[in-house]
Each structure stands twice: as C-alpha cells, then as structure tokens.
C-alpha cells in the first residue's frame, strides 16, 4: 500500500510540476497573442478617426468655417498624425513581444516588472467571480539572483554490489529491483562573475528496493542477516530501505548570460550539465513484503526493522544531461546490512529530473 501510496504521490507531483511549466508557457503565448491582435486593431482604431476627423473637416468646408486650401492641410496633417501614431503604437507592442520572448528564453516570471515581482498564493473564482483571494506578496527583485531552488525526482533499477561477486551473480533482480528519490536541492553559484561551477545541495528521501531471485527472502540467523528459500511458492518478495539524505554535488555547465540596468541572470534552460559528489544520512526505514498462497488463502506478510541494517548510510553520486534532465547513478559506501559476513552495498541507475 505504501508503495502505490508513493508512485501515485509522484505521478500527482509530476502532473502538478508539468501544469505549471505549461502555465507558464501558456502566460507568455497568451500575451503575445494579445499584443499581435492589438496591432491590428491598433490600425482599424486610428483609420477609423482618421476618417471621423476627416468627416468634420469636409463639415467644416461645408459651412464653409474653412477654405478648400485649408481643408486639404488639415486633411493631409491628421493623414500623417494617425499613421505616425500606428507605426509608434505598434512599435510599442513589436517591443514588448520581443521583450516578452527574451523572457521566456531565460525562464523569467512573464508577470515581472521591473524592480518587483508579484504573487497570488491562490483565487477561488464562482461563475467567473472571484470569491476569495488570497494576500498578494511583493519581494524586491534582487539583482543578482546566485541560488536557486528545484524540486527533484530520480527512479531507476536498484541492486547490490556484493564482495567476490560479479553483478550478472546477483541474487537479486535487476528489472524488479528499483529506487525513487524525492527531494529538493539549492543551487549556488560558486564565483562571482561565472556561472561554470555551481554547488548543488539539499534533501531527500531514498527508497531503495531489492527482489530476491529463486523464491528467496530475508531472515536473521545468528544475528546475521541472509537469503533463504521460502516454505511456499512466493508471488512477491521484496525488501526495502527508506534513507533520508542530504546531497551535495560540484555541478558544472555552461549557461546563459543576460543583463539589464536592474539585474544580470544566468540560465541553465537548454544547457548541459554535470555533476559530482556524494551524500550522507540517515535510515529511517526497512521493511520486507511477501505475498503467497497458503491452504488456498492469499497471504500478505509486511515485516519491519530488524535486519541489522546500517544506521547511517553515505555514498557517491553523479548525474550529467540536458536541462532538467539527466542519468543518475549512486553507489552507497556503507555496507547494507552491518555485521553480514559477505558485505553487499546497495547501488543504483536512473533517470534524474531537476524541475526548475
């Protein structure tokens, strides 16, 4: 039950964190759509007064308050007012639509201004009318903004290294052995006036899953932990260690550069990066899942804790990709389980998602 609770706490995370980014998107699409329909109606508003003021001019000839000399300067002076005002107004909207695009290249909030940004933490809206807002905030825009904050999700195949034995030796299966890591990291700019180096750090929790092979499980014999057969036909045989960590990684990567009179960025969108480095912590969690039949019932057994495994859990880590996403791979130093004869450590490869 855990386990479904955990996929479908990340697959509603995943749908959130991808509403957002296509929110964001959508923001800055809908307001250059809305500028592009103004230019055009920027020119049937100044063609229609152009011909109102046109109309009172031949009014005026008419009652003759103005000779036909006249008239015509007149005519030809608001002709050029009201084209002069259509190319500076669409000016306007051509400089905001590429201001707005400039944005969206470096991932800029497209509801910034120039010196605040502006947030509604939640709107209730009935029938198109807003019932309930909640307190706007205003921070100042920092001008040099060097950290940033990303949710992060990493999943992929688990398994152990075990002393004197290769992987391809593995008791455990490696499609059905798999880890999730769910955390959120920081990411500093090392140097001043480079963005090359960054230290990536923060906090997660890693759920490393190992599937005995041959109908095996875990049992402690003789204060040693050590696979052994099952009495009956196991459908499922799973063992799972919960660790809370705290990475901390070197990144490395180009980025892009850009400045303004109040403030300078540097975007990692589109960029490759890389990084090195490891993670140490704590474990919060072991458990073992077995599901047979029994005299014709199904049976579900969930054994947790005691299996001598290590408290305390470091290891190295690095992931390298294309914008927010990147392989991964980690290898625990600690040994799984504490006073095992033959030390396993648990290792795995995946996918790693930085949702910035």
């Given amino acids: ?25 959508d923001h800055y ?13 920027i020119t049937v508003s100044e063609k229609e007064s152009l011909k109102i003021e046109i109309e009172n001019i031949n009014e005026r000839l008419k009652d003759n308050a103005i000779s036909s000399e006249e008239a015509k300067i007149l005519k030809e002076d608001a002709a050029k007012k009201h084209a002069l005002n259509i190319e500076n107004r669409i000016a306007i909207c051509d400089n905001k639509i590429a201001l707005l695009k400039r944005k969206e290249e470096v991932g800029v909030d497209p509801n910034e201004d120039d010196h605040f940004s502006q947030y509604e933490i939640f709107k209730i809206n009935v029938n198109g009318e807003n019932i309930l807002t909640s307190h706007k905030r205003k921070e100042e825009l920092k001008y040099d903004r060097r950290t940033y904050t990303d949710p992060v999700i990493a999943f992929g195949i688990n398994n152990a290294i075990i002393d004197g034995q290769s992987l391809e030796d593995s008791p455990y299966k490696v499609g059905g052995s798999r880890f999730i890591e769910l955390g959120w990291a920081w990411r500093t700019r090392v140097f001043k006036n480079s963005n090359a180096l960054r230290l990536n750090y923060g906090v997660s929790f890693q759920f490393n899953g190992l599937k005995p092979k041959d109908n095996q499980y875990f049992v402690v014999e003789d204060g040693q932990t050590v696979l052994q057969e099952f009495d009956f036909d196991l459908k499922k045989s799973k063992f799972r260690m919960d660790n809370l960590v705290f990475p901390v990684h ?29 993670y140490g912590g704590f474990n919060i969690g072991t458990r073992q899942k077995l599901k047979y039949d029994r005299e014709g019932r199904n049976v579900k057994d969930k054994l947790k804790g005691g299996y ?37 450590r648990n290792i795995s490869l995946g996918v790693r998602f930085d949702l910035d």
Avoid at 29 to 41: G, H, M, R, T
Avoid at 267 to 275: N, T, V, Y
């Fill in 29 to 41: 699409q809908k307001k250059i759509e809305i500028l592009e329909s103004l230019k055009e109606k």
């Fill in 308 to 344: 001598d495994t290590s408290s305390f859990v470091y290891g190295l880590s690095a992931y390298a990709g294309f914008d927010g996403v990147q392989l991964y791979a980690k290898y625990d130093l600690n040994p799984i389980f504490k006073d095992a004869a033959v030390e396993q």
């Fill in 1 to 25: 039950m855990r386990t479904i609770t955990t996929y479908f706490l990340i697959f509603l995370l995943g749908l959130f964190t991808q509403s957002i980014m296509a929110q964001e998107k």
């Fill in 250 to 278: 070197f990144e490395f990567g180009p980025s892009k550069f850009s400045e303004t009179e109040r403030r300078i960025r540097y975007s990692i969108r589109k960029q490759f990066r890389f990084g090195i480095g490891g």
